[in-house]
T-cell receptor, first 114, second 112 residues
Framework: GNSVTQMEGPVTLSEEAFLTINCTYT??????LFWYVQYPGEGLQLLLK?????DKGSNKGFEATYRKETTSFHLEKGSVQVSDSAVYFCALSDGTSGTYKYIFGTGTRLKVLA | KAGVTQTPRYLIKTRGQQVTLSCSPI?????VSWYQQTPGQGLQFLFEYFSETQRNKGNFPGRFSGRQFSNSRSEMNVSTLELGDSALYLC???????????FGNGTRLTVT
């Protein structure tokens, strides 16, 4: 079945450091890929998405490229800020079965220190 | 445009009771999904409704049920509550089945 695996957290970085959060997926079809972010006390918010191979999603300085050959969708940011502290979820949406189902990774907590 | 609204924000119930949670999707969104979020299990899919029909269901016992009304508002019900049902319940709406999900802030359920 479909699955999403993302790196264990927590990830602790100093402000302005480079961020990478790894995400790999298994899917039978051609899924769309997403990164969602959850701030304390809130629901998840869409951060970025990519719908086909080699697409690059980007938003608020975050980027991720849909790599079909390595089945990966790693999240990167060149210079993190304290306000980026949150939990990040990688997800896929696959419609191979006839209806679209979302599969979420377990989440990676990011803590950025001033 | 108003976001996804979930009520109530917090609930405390005792074992054996039942509870109903409510979700109002973004206007125009016809798909509503429910998720259970716990520290140990992460985000677990409960079910998805589209135009008042349950289209997908996760691996939860029959104590968990839901419905969607003609105005796309949705409710989920949990009967015979157990301690393990304590979680953050998240509702998400989307325009159609392959559109990004828009989440509410959740209902925090505590079962004592």
């Amino acid at each position: 079945g479909n699955s999403v695996t993302q790196m264990e957290g927590p990830v602790t970085l100093s402000e302005e450091a480079f961020l990478t959060i790894n995400c790999t997926y298994t899917a039978t079809g051609y899924p769309s890929l997403f990164w969602y972010v959850q701030y304390p006390g809130e629901g998840l918010q869409l951060l970025l998405k990519a719908t086909k191979a080699d697409d690059k999603g980007s938003n608020k300085g975050f980027e991720a490229t849909y790599r079909k050959e390595t089945t990966s969708f790693h999240l990167e940011k060149g210079s993190v800020q304290v306000s980026d502290s949150a939990v990040y979820f990688c997800a896929l949406s696959d419609g191979t079965s006839g209806t679209y189902k979302y599969i979420f990774g377990t989440g990676t907590r990011l803590k950025v220190l001033a | 445009k108003a976001g996804v609204t979930q009520t109530p924000r917090y609930l405390i119930k005792t074992r054996g009771q039942q509870v109903t949670l409510s979700c109002s999707p973004i206007s125009g969104h016809r798909s509503v999904s429910w998720y259970q979020q716990t520290p140990g299990q992460g985000l677990q899919f409960l079910f998805e409704y589209f135009s008042e029909t349950q289209r997908n269901k996760g691996n939860f016992p029959g104590r968990f049920s839901g419905r969607q009304f003609s105005n796309s508002r949705s409710e989920m019900n949990v009967s015979t509550l157990e301690l393990g049902d304590s979680a953050l319940y998240l509702c998400a709406s989307s325009l159609d089945s392959n559109s990004p999900l828009h989440f509410g802030n959740g209902t925090r359920l505590t079962v004592t």
